[in-house]
């Protein structure tokens, strides 16, 4: 069947460009940004973003601006109600404007690029998100990052680390970041910029300044390219995934930024000798997992798991959960182990 | 149309996906991008099917992709109800004559066309709905899948006219799809932003005063009806509503109030907090295009005005959506429009009928009461 989304064939059923997009400019707080097309387009995201908020603790909304667009703009072209919404978009007095195209104003062929090129007095970002006609949410995601990562310049680098790409609709964001901002503490690294997670138009101004830029993961290693480009800044492809990827990360962090390991890498081990601990009573079950959906990542990690605690894994064997990201660092296998452990003794 | 900052109700598409996904035996097929698909498909919570179409399909046409899930969708007995989305509404195909082999519904309700309204009434429409005057009963309308209230409005509502000895006639939209073209003569609503315009209106039930003259009416029109219990019932739960409120007004003062909601549930709210706690109505946002009205209403459309609105009136009470909530989490507040996100809700509540106005004062007087602690 192709008539509901499955995760196999990503360029049917990707996602919208926008939404991805959005994920994105909607974290920058000093920002605006405008949506060219009809308000459904704006209020379906308004919406989506509303409810990912909230599965994250937080009420605040972001300040998106719909151009509205009605059948007559679709008969007759939109860029003239482009115009108009940026002339008031400006008059709010934010750090950037970020211009976002959608399915509709790409088909009747307005050329959102032009309208905003010109003095505004502050900076207005195209970025192109024509939903399917602009790819999936992962293209929106890039292009917006792109997009806005042009508008940092080259500046004098320090031991710091940028995070690149997070995932910012996942419901662990804040829990992923804590894990590996816990490992990068264990090696006196400090943060530059997230970028783009609660940063301003000044934040994204230092992104040159990291030694190295830590990506999310694979999918946004077209962004770890286009700033190592721009700012040769080399970057590690992923966050830390699984026991031995996670004593892998924190060597290879090290190294980028000159730093000693030993210890850290000590201190870590030490924590996942107690977690083995912890679970012991599960050791030696038999478990099946539901694959589809899940990365290659995802089951990598999880036969990992099983590994260390002589798991079989068969298809008669008990369901237990997997998550479509793999879990982040060491924590992550511990919170996976723990629904584990609930599945196990249900 | 003009620029909307933050707009809050969704788009004609999502309406039309709202109405056709309340029948059964109706697939439904979002002719569109996934983008289009997945916010109907996560806002209804119903079995949405789609085209997710790419670009090529938008440079060479969309007719093979569609004819291809549409056989796909052949053998399953459903009727099926192909909804536009906003760019195969422009591309000039003629999608009447690609579908012309297929026994479809097809429903142009770009998003671009208008609101949820809008859609809905055109996929509506679309069904041709009639009356059949062997069809005994009455028909209950406004359950549209769109409100998280619709299952416990029309549960209620078909309680009441048990109650009345009243066969319920066709649920619009929450039926067999069959039945919208065999619905009875007479129609009571439940929340008439949505209404079918199918039948004789015999009126509203939102507020215990409109649901005793609708019931009153029943009961003129339907010499087999009894509206005796229900009317008993009213007197009594009135009753309770006066006294509890009563005793609210003895330590505290009514709330001033602002109201964002559709104009049906605004005004019932505005009404029922008026007449039982004196409450100050300071203003109402419609959502969609008011009706006449003696309180203070607006159209407001987007997150900026309530933000405004809220700022100017600075109310002690706020009903509304979860965009309403966000803006002073410290204010009372009653969630009565969609979305309501935060809030885990299994039960089907209802606004309408008795209970629903029951548990709209209940929530009043506990919100307001709660913030005073």
């Known amino acids: 069947m192709t008539l509901n989304p499955l995760p196999l064939n990503l360029s049917r059923f990707g996602g919208c460009t926008i939404t991805g997009a959005l994920s994105v400019t909607t974290q920058v707080r000093d920002a605006i940004t405008i949506i060219h097309g009809p308000k459904g387009c704006a209020h379906h995201n308004f ?15 972001p300040d998106l601006i719909s151009t509205g667009l009605s059948e007559s703009d679709i008969i007759f072209g939109g860029e003239g109600a482009l115009r108009q919404t940026l002339e008031g978009a400006v008059r709010q007095n934010s750090g950037a404007i970020f211009v976002l195209s959608t399915c509709i104003v790409d088909t009747i062929g307005d050329d959102v690029a032009a309208v905003c090129h010109g003095n505004l007095g502050i900076p207005v970002i195209p970025i192109p998100s024509s939903g399917f006609l602009g790819g999936t949410f992962h293209n929106g995601v890039n292009n917006a990052l792109n997009a806005i990562a042009d508008t940092a310049e080259p500046c004098e680098k320090g031991p710091y680390v940028n995070i690149i790409g997070e995932k910012n609709l ?5 829990e992923n970041y804590a894990e590996v901002r816990r490992l990068l503490g264990a090696l006196g690294i400090p943060v530059n910029v997230r970028f783009l997670r609660h940063s301003s138009i000044r934040d994204i101004s230092r992104l040159g300044a990291a030694r190295l830029n830590i990506l999310r993961d694979s999918e946004v290693r077209t962004v770890g390219e286009r700033l190592q480009y721009r700012f040769d800044t080399p970057f590690i492809p992923s966050f830390p995934v699984g026991f031995a990827g996670t004593i892998r990360f924190i060597q290879e962090v090290a190294d980028s930024i000159g730093v000693k390991s030993a210890r850290a890498v000590r201190e870590e081990k030490s924590l996942q000798d107690e977690i083995l601990a912890e679970f012991e009573d599960i050791a030696g079950s038999s478990v099946t997992f539901d694959p589809p959906g899940m990365t290659s990542d995802s089951l990598s990690v999880a036969r990992e798991i099983a590994g260390h605690f002589d798991i079989t894994i068969d298809h008669d064997g008990c369901m237990v959960p997997l998550q479509v990201s793999p879990p982040i660092g060491t924590n992550g296998i511990r919170h996976l182990l723990h ?8 | 149309m003009p620029e909307c900052e933050n707009p809050l109700w969704p788009c004609a598409m999502s309406g039309a996906a709202a109405c056709l996904a309340g029948f059964e035996g109706v697939t439904v097929v979002i002719h569109g991008s996934s983008g289009c698909y997945y916010y109907p498909a996560t806002l209804l919570h119903a079995p ?14 969309s007719e093979q992709r569609l004819c291809e899930v549409l056989e796909e969708l052949n053998g399953d007995n459903k009727k099926i109800a192909v909804v536009m989305t906003c760019v195969p509404a422009i591309l000039g195909e003629d999608i009447r004559s690609m579908l012309r082999d297929y026994d479809v ?7 671009f066309s208008g609101d949820i309204e809008t859609g809905y009434q055109k996929a509506l429409s679309a069904l041709a709905p009639s009356v059949d005057p062997g069809t005994l009963g009455i028909n209950i309308d406004g359950a549209c899948l769109f409100d998280p209230y619709s299952n416990g409005n029309v549960r209620e509502i078909t309680r009441l006219l048990g109650h009345a000895s009243v066969p319920v006639g066709t649920i619009f939209c929450s039926d067999r ?11 009571v609503g439940t929340n008439e932003d949505f209404a079918s315009g199918v039948g004789t209106w015999l009126g509203s039930t939102l507020g215990l005063e409109e649901i005793k003259t609708t019931f009153n009416r029943i009961g003129a029109l339907f010499p087999e009806s009894d509206p005796g219990p229900v009317l008993e019932e009213i007197d009594h739960e009135d009753e309770r509503i006066v006294r509890a409120c009563d005793k609210f007004l003895r330590r505290f003062d009514p709330p001033h109030t602002v109201i964002f909601s559709g104009f049906s549930y605004a005004t019932f709210a505005a009404y029922t907090l008026k007449h039982y706690l004196d409450a100050d109505i300071q203003y109402i946002g419609s959502r969609n295009e008011p009706g006449a009205t003696s309180f203070h209403v607006g159209h407001v459309q987007g997150f900026s005005e309530v933000k405004e609105l809220i700022r100017h009136y600075n109310p002690d009470l706020i009903i509304g959506s979860s965009f309403e909530r966000s803006v002073d989490p410290k204010r009372a507040f009653i969630g009565l429009t969609p979305p309501v996100r935060g809030t885990i809700r299994l039960a089907p509540h209802a606004v309408a009928g008795i209970s629903g106005s029951l548990s709209f004062v209940e929530d009043v007087l506990n919100a307001c009461m709660d913030l005073r602690k």
């Open chain 1, 47 to 61: 919406s989506l973003l509303h409810a990912t908020a909230l599965d994250n603790d937080r009420i605040s909304l």
């Open chain 1, 170 to 174: 996942e419901y662990e964001v804040e």
């Open chain 1, 339 to 346: 629904r584990w452990r609930r599945s196990l003794h249900a």
């Open chain 2, 48 to 61: 949405l099917k789609g085209t997710f179409i790419l670009e090529n399909e938008v440079i060479f046409g």
């Open chain 2, 105 to 111: 519904i097809l429903v142009d309700s770009p998003g």
């Open chain 2, 177 to 187: 799809l069959e039945r919208a073209g065999h619905a009875a003569a007479c129609t």
